[in-house]
């Protein structure tokens, strides 16, 4: 064998050993990560009825969940840590218009870090209180929603979603678990550069039947002078064939905002507020049942009070496809003319001191 055959031999010997090298790497990174496709598609007929008007109209989320499609992967970065995303897209089932104004990743879009000091994410994410509540909610964040009258803990009435977040969220000790999460209003001269900042903390202690949590947020208004804050506790206990829940919350509105009752329908704070909730749901085999009633009080002068009560019968035919239907009825006191809501949003056509009611029948898939 002369010497060029030599080392042409080494050579490929050393290329041969470099690909299964590519490839046997390739395997790895392959096993330690994850990527996965998901949504819901969810549409219900909705018959809303108010004593200044009413609709009849096809809607999305209406008892249920909102439809979505949402991308989320984790990757295995060795000794306990893992770095992972999320991309999460809303859209009305009966248009397949983009939700959340229009945005691309509207529901949800974040990065992180995981380990055994907890986790650290950044991007579009929940606030605290947002969390806490979706987690008890008898209701699903759907027809009578408990947000309907608990403030989510983020800007005005963002849904309880928050831009520009940074959020640490703790290891697991004994049941309790811990988040703080906050994100710069980004204002530029001349607005103060803290002006719109938004903070939030959370505390959480689960069991195998008890979750149990108390919150609290504050989201400064653009010229810095004031601020909106809440405290809210919150609890589900779960008895087995049926479970109970409750919420409360305490807090007010920055001081430049009108006195008056909020314009839009959807926007039920004002300046100093309670608002509770009570409710719990029965386990029947393939059906379920749940009930929920909600207290608004205004504690202003004006006195723009709101009663909501609501209750949702769910049919599961499957894993992932489940039928539904369901009513919630406001009844408005003093001055007050708020909406009452589903999974949708809240309905208009509502007059002072007026009621208003919602029916949805629908169906939820998921995949």
Known sequence: MTQDTAR?????????ATLMATAAHAQTAA???SLTLYGVADACLAMHNGNAGSNFQINGGGCS??????????????????????????????????????????RKAIVGLSGKFGAIEAGRAYAPAFDLLTAI????????????????????????????????????????????LYAPGEQIAPLPSRGGDTKGLG???RSENLLAGMTYAKVGNAADTGDDRATTLAARYDFGTFSLAAAGQFGGWE??????????????????FNSYMVGGTVNLGADTVSG??????????????????????????????????????????????????????????????????????????FF
């Open 8 to 16: 042409i031999r080494l050579a490929l010997l050393a290329t041969a």
């Open 31 to 33: 096993s330690t990560a």
């Open 65 to 106: 969940f909102g439809s979505r499609f949402g991308l989320r992967g984790t990757e295995d970065l060795g000794d306990g840590y893992k770095a992972y995303f999320q991309l999460e897209s809303g859209f009305g089932i009966d248009t397949g218009v983009l939700a959340q104004n229009g945005r691309l990743f509207g």
């Open 137 to 180: 909610d008898p209701m699903r964040l759907g027809i009578g929603s408990v947000i309907a009258t608990l403030w989510s803990g983020s800007p005005g009435t963002a849904g309880g979603r928050t831009d520009n977040t940074i959020s640490y969220q703790s290891p697991t000790y004994a049941g309790f678990n811990a988040r703080v």
């Open 203 to 205: 505390v959480t202690y």
């Open 255 to 272: 001081g430049t905002r009108s006195a008056a009752a909020p314009a839009s329908a959807s926007s039920i704070w004002s300046r100093r």
């Open 292 to 365: 929920s009633y909600k207290r608004y009080d205004d504690r202003t002068v004006s006195n723009f009070d709101a009663d909501i009560w609501s209750v949702v019968y769910r049919h599961t035919l499957s894993k992932r496809t489940t039928l539904y239907g369901g009513l919630t009825r406001l009844k408005n006191r003093h001055a007050s003319n708020y909406g009452a809501s589903d999974g949708g949003g809240a309905y208009t056509g509502v007059a002072l001191n007026g009621a208003s009611r919602v029916i949805d029948l629908g169906i939820t898939h």
